[in-house]
């Protein structure tokens, strides 16, 4: 038997995180209802879904006690798409900050 | 060696199975399964940092051009149907957790217990699309398909933008149905592995020693249960709900 088996949750554990993790859920939809600004509707939402995730990649993936290369991986995946995000984000961002420019 | 056994319980049966089974399962440039495994788990992870940069660049798309067009954006996603995505995210969720049970039987050798959760992951993931299928018929009705029916008077005159904000809801719609639609693909491709999977479990091909594609379609599984985690606030919840 593999040895990481002994070191995992027990069922019980793996519905306690989906308790939490409908928790979430609930909460995130009934942030949309809250009347304020979207900044706080767009990043609260974002922010309870990465919550979300993370329970879901920690615990129903098995990262928390999972290998080396694993959390590598992640990190590595983690690291490239905040780079495709952000550096489309600051192309769009700056656009008009140098008018009267060819290609801006 | 017959699968069945059925002189046998699940429990003997894992007990046993850790010898010529596992053997026959060892592949020829591995040292044991363990490491055959591992190979394993950071091949699909790799795959599925792949599909992470895949959808990562739609979300990207709707991020940029929500705040470029902030209120057709919040307008457009106020008329998707947040219950039925509601819901489904719980149902997703649900999924996820049988499959996880379904692996931690494997790890187990608990066939009979595998191959029920197997069931129970395939069975909602079919429950989601049928919910999808619901929506997507509800946006129909509701003229919200680009391209196809879609009405730009209803949004001058019932959602009061200006005509030339119209187009920015159309590509709203045109991200949210391309987004749901890749992810509702994923979802049945996620379905076929599971009842595969399912069936080979059923035969007695895994063991306590080898579960390998139990573990490597489970993690397939909660990446596409990730996605839409993410995909609820970014299409659905963009903008203010009222009761």
Redesign the interface.
Known sequence: ??DL?ER?LS?IG??T??VI??AL??L??A??????S?AV??LG??L??AA??SL??LF??HVLR??A??RA??V??IF??CL??GL??AD??TRGMIPNLPGH | MSPDNALLTDEELGSLEHTALARHRLEEQYENLEQQHQAATLGIWVFLATEVMFFGALFVAVFVNRSLYPEEFERASSRLNWVIGGVNTLVLLLSSLMIVLAVHYAQRGIRKRVVVFLGLTALLGLCFLCLKGVEYYGDYVENLIPGWRFKAEEWVSREGLRPDQVPHVKLFLFLYWVMTSLHALHVTIGICVVLIVMILARRGRFSAEYYTPVDVTALYWHFVDVVWIFLLPTLYLLGTHQW
Request: no cysteine; net charge positive.
């Open positions: 038997m593999n088996t995992l069922p793996y519905v995180v989906l993790l409908m859920t609930v995130t939809v942030l949309s209802f809250v009347s304020s979207a509707h767009v939402g974002q309870i879904a979300k995730a879901v990649v129903f993936m999972g290998s290369q694993t991986v992640i590595v995946t490239w798409f495709l995000m489309t984000l769009y961002f």
